[in-house]
């Protein structure tokens, strides 16, 4: 059989497909949140059939890359059950499991946006399904990866960085797809459920994602910027801000009419008031965030950006403040807002091509199959 030869591949002896099934880890999932994400990006252009058509087809190539790579993580956790558990006990490995829940967002959001116009009323229920579905993944996520932090794994502040809010940010996200399903879903008690679970969600994750950021600069005060492998986690501070804002103005958009259906019309002015205004707020900090991620990117590339899967990390938080921005844009007269999320969308669309481009003929030679956790 046909063996890897790669200068960065371990164990070259082994048969090429078992190789890879025991090096694989959790952040290959960060492949189907940027290629999800730019997927519903698309979707807000509806006045342009074909970067509409061009969302939908990603949606659909996204859900064959979330199916493929959950068989081979399953695989592994099958016939390599000690190496999958000690992903789980790394300080960092573990960290992208959040992206199996945000990348499974993607799909479910798509399902809404591209799936129930043609299915329709009877894809409501698949899409709520998968919504719940989600949310507990979420739940998993955000509650067993924090308590492993706590029991199992080893941290030190020197070596921190914002990976660790991967598993938190799980919860708001899928909390920001609540907010997408609510006009859909029929039934008073049926839409205030999934409202108020998604209120929930979005507490969390938001509040504490917000702790883990102030660590963060405290830690980058202290120690300066990660190597250069972990660049692309200069991003990662804009995705909770984003989607924590994107989850807000979904709940005010969409959240009055169903707290004035289940009797909470005096309270739902003030609710949505509150959700809109926290939106901004976060949108704005979210600024702060993208521009200190531009100059740190600007920084690594002067000293040299190796490729790695982390590069994903480019993606998923541009993405969510793009559709904040554009969310914002339409409830805000200020046209300068859109424009910048039309341009947010441009670039994440570029830069998905550099990085996608990159990971499929990693993924062809078998440079990008490697699990940190098994060289402890």
Known sequence: ?????????????????????????????????????????????????????AGRLLWMVNILLFASLSVLYARKWLLHRREAWNGLEHPVVSMFAGCIPMGFATIVNGTIIYGLPHMGAAGVPVATSLWWIDAGIALLSGFGIPFLMFTRQDHKLEQMNATWLLPIVACEVTAASGGLLLPHIDGATAQMTVLFASYVLWAFSVPLALSIITILFLRLALHKLPPAGMAATAFLALGPTGTGALGLLLFAANGRDVLDANGLGPLAGAICGAAFLGAILLWAYGLWWLGMGIAMTARYIRRGLPFNLGWWGYTFPIGVFALATLRLSA?????????????????LAAIWLVVGIRTCRGAIDGTLFHDPSLEA
């Open 331 to 347: 409830q805000i007269p200020v046209p300068a807002i859109g424009l910048f999320g039309d341009l947010l969308v441009a670039g």
């Open 1 to 53: 059989m046909q063996t890897i030869s790669s200068p960065n591949s371990h164990f070259v002896s082994q048969p090429i497909t078992r190789q890879r099934t025991r090096h694989f880890t959790p952040n290959w999932f960060a492949a189907t949140m940027g290629t999800g994400i730019l997927s519903i990006c698309l979707a807000q252009f509806p006045t342009l059939p074909l970067l509409w058509q």
